[in-house]
């Protein structure tokens, strides 16, 4: 080949190379979002509601594996503000995360772009306001990642598919419940439970909140985005077929109702099989003396009649919330978000590095009541953590280790108050133990990952609980409660760099400390593990004009 030939094909091919590259990039979704005041009633009672684009709830994204998501938050409130996108694992980017131990909030009157990949995930997930008390007044919607085409889903496709956001809800403003918790008081019970921000009158006026035609198949996905209250979720004369759970599939099994405790989301198949009329959605508090439930309507198309006020009822007691835990399990012929089987990572032939024993407490420092992780209540710094470990100045904002790994005795009400950053070793298997000496549910969530969520018992835990953990078919999952005089055993491997929050996902507990930072870097400071910092970050505290550090490289 002569050399002028030669040279024209090497060019072609290059040429060629550098379009498929740019074909080859997943694709972005692009969202612009006004996050303002605005009035709203849900429980019939005129409050300050925080509305984006003008909606309550928020608009839901609707994304695929892999998708960038571009995010350009205007933050028209009177104070600063941060939205944090639950259960989605920003694989070696937290400084997406948008908590305040990762991000700076967002100044009033300003703007920030947050731009995240939904990285190797599926799944059922939602966002929030992660600031001051701002998901008391809104803020929050649902966030989907929809399996690629080429990814086999256990289920055919459904006719359409419906979010529903269900939580408690409090018709004081978001400020005054700060104030409460402030002053040191406790949260009073909510004032009543919404379904999408509504709740249906019942006397015949309500439009339905989703519509089915007759035998076809609807995915539901429904997620507890409330601030305290478990919740079980049921639909009248309709079995629901669960399918995914938190970003994984499962085995699917048929129930008739659903224990969704806060911070939490299954994904449900109903099949519109029944008389075609009205039907209700119920949702109601559980674990409470004083029941609050929430109706919304699903009309059948072609429906000739209103819905029966015969409510199916709800469970009694925690043992039977236990026992529908465990009949939880983990799909393993089902591909996730990649092609491989789930069932491909062994989890339970994995030896174990370290053994992490969290005990939740709560007692009065300075009068006031706080809530603790080994005895220490979170406190947020001016500086984000994260950014204060980039800049390599952690000592002057917080310490690391300043609990045990053996957790506290029972019964023991010391407190105190620092922020709360475990050294965690990269890629280190890890066994979690959450233990609730307390008379109230715990439900638990860790940013940045997914584990395996092998055992919820009563009593104690002890090395010798270990024969009762599922090693096998045991849920990849976010969250998990804790019963009361329980525990509950995760397993999972440090591999995803950054500065990850464990906390309580009752958000009295979490605001008023009951919450870590888990740190967790590479060795080699490398890109390979972990992203540099954005350009145009927020920064703040004693970072703010200081030179960045030298960026990290293969």
Not at 18 to 38: C, H, I, M, N, Q
Not at 70 to 91: A, K, M, T, Y
Not at 136 to 156: C, E, H, T
Not at 383 to 390: D, G, M, Q, S
Request: charged share 20%.
């Amino acid at each position: 080949m002569g050399s002028g030939l030669f040279l024209f094909a090497l060019l072609l091919c290059l040429s060629t190379a550098s379009l498929w590259t740019v074909r080859a990039e997943d694709p972005y979704l692009f969202f612009t979002w006004k996050v303002t005041y605005g009035t709203i009633s849900p429980l019939g009672v005129p409050q300050q509601g925080i509305l984006i684009n003008g909606e309550f709830p928020g608009p839901n994204i609707n994304s695929t594996t892999n998708n960038n998501v571009v995010v350009n938050i205007f933050n028209h409130l009177d104070e600063p503000f941060l939205i944090h996108w639950s259960g989605i694992q920003h694989r070696k980017n937290c400084w997406q995360d948008g908590l305040p131990g990762t991000t700076c909030p967002i100044p009033a009157g300003t703007n920030f772009t947050y731009h995240f990949q939904v990285k190797d995930q599926i799944g059922s997930f939602f966002y929030y306001p992660s600031t001051a008390m701002h998901r008391a007044a809104g803020g929050f919607g649902g966030l989907r990642i929809n399996s690629r085409l080429l990814i086999p889903v256990p289920y055919a496709d459904p006719e359409d598919d419906y979010t529903v956001l269900i939580g408690d809800w409090y018709t004081k403003s978001h400020t005054a419940l700060k104030q409460l918790l402030d002053s040191g008081r406790t949260l009073a019970r909510p004032d009543g439970i919404l379904i999408n921000g509504k709740n249906a009158k019942g006397d015949g006026s309500d439009e339905p909140l989703f519509t089915m035609k007759p035998e076809k198949t609807y995915k539901y996905r429904i997620c507890n985005v409330g601030l305290r209250t478990s919740l079980n979720f049921r639909i009248q004369n309709h079995p629901m077929k669960l399918v995914e759970m938190e970003g994984s599939h499962v085995v699917q099994n048929d129930y008739q109702s659903l224990d969704v405790h806060v911070g939490q989301c299954f994904s449900v198949l109903v099949t519109a099989n029944q008389e075609p009329r009205d039907y209700y959605m119920v949702a109601s508090t559980r674990f409470m003396k004083t029941i609050h439930m929430s109706k919304a309507i699903i009309r059948y198309t072609n429906g000739k009649g209103p819905a029966s006020s015969d409510l199916p009822e709800a469970p009694m007691g925690w043992a039977w919330s236990l026992n529908q835990f465990r009949t939880f399990r983990w799909n393993l012929t089902a591909s996730a978000a990649r092609p491989n089987p789930q069932g491909s990572f062994r989890y339970g032939s994995i030896n174990i590095t370290r053994t992490i024993k969290l005990v939740n407490s709560f007692g009065n420092v300075d009068g006031k009541l706080r809530y603790a992780i080994n005895g220490v209540s979170h406190v947020e710094p001016e500086t984000p953590l994260k950014l204060a470990e980039y800049f390599r100045v952690p000592e002057k904002v917080f310490k690391y280790d300043v609990i045990t790994d053996e957790g506290i005795p029972e019964g023991s009400t010391t407190i105190t108050v620092a922020p709360n950053v475990l050294n965690a070793t990269y890629r280190n298997f890890v066994e979690i133990i959450f233990e609730n000496h307390e008379k109230r549910l715990q439900s638990w969530h860790l940013n940045g990952y997914s584990f395996f969520a092998v055992a919820i018992e009563p009593g104690k835990w002890s090395p010798e609980k270990r024969t009762n953990y599922n090693l096998l078919d045991a849920v990849s999952r976010h969250t998990i409660q804790v019963f009361p005089k329980s525990w509950a055993a995760i397993l999972l491997t440090f591999d995803n760099c950054g500065m990850w929050n464990l906390r309580s996902e009752l958000t009295e507990n979490r605001y008023l400390g009951q919450q870590l930072y888990v740190s967790v870097l590479s060795p080699a400071l490398s890109l390979r593990d972990e992203y540099n910092i954005p350009d145009r970050t927020l920064l703040c505290g004693v970072v703010k004009g200081m030179p960045l550090p030298k960026p990290y490289t293969i």
